[in-house]
Structures are given as C-alpha cells and as structure tokens.
T-cell receptor
Framework: QKEVEQNSGPLSVPEGAIASLNCTYS??????FFWYRQYSGKSPELIMF????GDKEDGRFTAQLNKASQYVSLLIRDSQPSDSATYLC????????????FGKGTKLTVNP | EAQVTQNPRYLITVTGKKLTVTCSQN?????MSWYRQDPGLGLRQIYY???????DKGDVPEGYKVSRKEKRNFPLILESPSPNQTSLYFC?????????????FGPGTRLTVT
C-alpha cells in the first residue's frame, strides 16, 4: 500500500508568520507532487505542483522536494487569515499505475 | 468557463437502490478520476481513467462501477448502495502525460445512504 503521510495538526500560526507543512511518501517511483488547499465544505484547489528536486516558488508559496528523503513540504510566507484551510499533499504513484494518493491533510489556522 | 461538473450535488437514497452520479468536463482532459472523502480518512481514489475505454481501480473500488465511453464524461455507478458508501464524492480531471499533471476538481456530491 503506497502511503502519503502528513502531520494532522492542527497547526496554528500568527498572521504574518511562516507556516510550514510537511509530507512524506513511501513510493520511490513517484514523479509528481501536489499541494491542494481545501476550505471547509469546498472542493480541493491546486496550490502548487513540483516534479524536480529542489524549491519551487510561486508568490507567497514555496514547495520543496527531496526525493532521496521522500519528503515534500510547503512553506507559506506572510500567512494571512484567508490561508486558514486544510492542506492536502498528493503524490502520483506512477510506474504504469497512475494513481493519485492523498495524505489526510493538515488543518492550518492563521490567527489575526 | 473551464470546469468539472457533477450531478446531483446532494442525494439521499436507500440501501440497494441503484444510482448514478454524473461527471463532465469541458477541458478535453484525458485523465478523469473519482474520489470519496470521509472524516479522518481523507481523500481516497475510487477509480480513474486515462482515456476513453481505459479505466483502472484506485484504492477503494469495491461497490462502485465506472465507464468512460466519451472523453468528457465519467459517471460513477453504485449498483447496490450501502450505508458505508455515505460520503462526499469528488470527480476530477487533468491532462494526462508523464508525469501526471494537476487535477481540477468538481464541486462535490454529498451522498447519504439510509
């Protein structure tokens, strides 16, 4: 069973701080890594995707991938109350089986 | 507007009564997928399809059927629903290539089986 693990949280940070969300995965053959944000009662929406080792930045968001350690993270700089949501890590289990496996999510609260 | 649509959005039914949840996308995406989301268990993939007439099981396929006769549609069929299939269901689509591209989700269907 291919697994994706996230800290369940909840994670609470003050407004303006950096929020750090972590995810580990079990399948070394995984090629695609995604971070989704989900507000309560809504569908997941894509925040970031990353395919290569290293950092990828998009505005206040930075995704970091380390395939050797099977670790992917999401940093949110200058956190805002509107960032309060559940963040889902998703990993494409490839190798001929194109499943997408999600972690259970980390609930983030940004306090004004 | 590029979107994934699902119908119905809410459904209450009884055990054993066959039902179909429709999913349609207008983005010409090859890859489509169904997920269920349950508290404490997260999002779990039920079935996925990499193109017309090509479907495969996800992690929780038991009790579900799918078909992909057209590129834009990917219905989810519950032949004999049971209470343990009460859940929030999401359909998603994406361009398919290697690696898998980002998925776009529909608004969700909340199903209750009594």
């Amino acid at each position: 069973q291919k697994e994706v693990e996230q800290n369940s949280g909840p994670l609470s940070v003050p407004e303006g701080a950096i929020a750090s969300l972590n995810c580990t995965y079990s399948d070394r053959g995984s090629q695609s890594f995604f971070w989704y944000r989900q507000y309560s009662g809504k569908s997941p929406e894509l925040i970031m995707f990353i395919y290569s080792n290293g950092d990828k930045e998009d505005g206040r968001f930075t995704a970091q991938l380390n395939k050797a350690s099977q670790y992917v993270s999401l940093l949110i700089r200058d956190s805002q109350p509107s960032d309060s949501a559940t963040y889902l890590c998703a990993v494409n289990i490839g190798g001929g089986s194109e499943k997408l496996v999600f972690g259970k999510g980390t609930k983030l609260t940004v306090n004004p | 507007e590029a979107q994934v649509t699902q119908n119905p959005r809410y459904l209450i039914t009884v055990t054993g009564k066959k039902l179909t949840v429709t999913c349609s996308q207008n983005m010409n995406h090859e890859y489509m997928s169904w997920y269920r989301q349950d508290p404490g268990l997260g999002l779990r993939q039920i079935y996925y399809s990499m193109n017309v007439e090509v479907t495969d099981k996800g992690d929780v396929p038991e009790g579900y059927k799918v078909s992909r006769k057209e590129k834009r549609n990917f219905p989810l069929i519950l032949e004999s629903p049971s209470p343990n299939q009460t859940s929030l269901y999401f359909c998603a689509s994406s361009l398919y290539n290697l690696p898998l591209y980002e998925q776009y989700f529909g608004p969700g269907t909340r199903l209750t089986v009594t």
